[in-house]
């Protein structure tokens, strides 16, 4: 990544867009690699490649810049309803039809391990018979990355913002493809496949700092470490620190028998895992791992 370009492209009006108003764009070809960047990509843009093209989502997602909101955009949308405590996990568990909720949905949790992004959210609401999604990343976390490219170098100083930028964003893609897909989503599932998406994509790309196709067992412990041993989620409700700790546990295993295949059959396995309902997944990951 250039010194000039930008993380994310900052949504050119605050109002969250829906899904339903968007047009799929051309499908690009089917890889589970680290794409070069285009001239003038965003990280997000790039990452939204990799995601998309990895699961093979159809999200008809083609400008993610009109989706994102920062501390602004978020205090003019929601701060009313933040303030009065309004905005809570309402995607049902089970799992229930994408795009049936009513209400505000932050689907990501804040952890112990002290990253400066914890607030960082995926917020969904029904509007006009779509449904209105917008990621919000604090301004703290895109000057984090900015400061501390993560394409350049991945440390300490980087790590957590990053691994929040990709979080937030597999929610917002898993979403809109459920939506257009008209299948099932919850809050466990959302975790689920976050994790395993976090760690595809931070494995990618210290493996493209590092200019291997395999990591060195030290790189790859420090990997697992950053997605699946960072400490204790700090949510209230102590069923909400029992879920991410669960989904957490499944893609730890889950990783571990996708790190024994050859490329292709991986990605062939992250497509079907991705399309399997919820309950199903859990089943699958008990068999293989």
């Not at 049936?100 to 959210?121: F, I, L, N």
């Not at 990591?215 to 069923?239: S, T």
Request: glycine residues 8%; aromatic residues 6%; proline residues 5%.
């Amino acid at each position: 990544m250039e010194a000039s370009s930008s993380i994310c492209p900052r949504a050119r009006s605050v109002a969250p867009t829906s899904v339903a108003s968007q047009q799929a764009g051309t499908r690009s070809p089917s890889v589970g690699e680290v794409p070069a960047r285009h001239a003038h990509s965003s990280l997000l843009e790039t990452l939204q490649r990799v995601i998309e093209r990895t699961y093979d989502l159809d999200t008809g997602v083609t400008d993610i810049g009109r989706f994102v909101i920062g501390d602004q955009g978020f205090r003019a949308l929601y701060g009313r309803w933040h303030d009065a405590g309004l905005i809570r996990e309402t995607v049902a568990d089970p799992p229930t039809v994408a795009g049936s909720a009513s209400a505000v949905m932050p689907v990501s949790g804040a952890m112990a391990a002290g990253s400066a992004s914890g607030t960082a959210r995926t917020l969904v609401r029904e509007q006009d018979g779509g449904l209105a999604l917008s990621i919000y990343y604090p301004d703290a976390l895109v000057r984090c990355l900015e400061g501390n490219d993560p394409t350049r170098r991945l440390d300490d100083g980087n790590v957590d913002s990053f691994n929040t930028l990709v979080e937030e964003l597999d929610h917002f893609l898993v979403i809109a493809d459920r939506f257009r897909s008209q299948g099932v989503v919850s809050l466990m599932d959302l975790e689920l496949h976050a994790n395993v998406t976090k760690y595809l994509v931070l494995k990618m790309f210290v493996g493209k700092l590092r200019r291997a196709s395999r990591l060195a067992p030290a790189d790859a412990a420090w990997v697992k470490q950053q997605i699946f041993d960072r400490g204790e989620y700090v949510a209230e409700d102590p069923n909400v620190r029992a879920r991410y700790r669960e989904a957490s546990r499944l893609a730890a295993r889950y990783v571990g028998a996708l790190d024994g295949l050859a490329p292709a059959p991986r990605v062939a396995a992250l497509r079907r895992f991705h399309r399997m309902p919820p309950q199903a997944k859990v089943a699958h990951i008990n068999a293989v791992s």
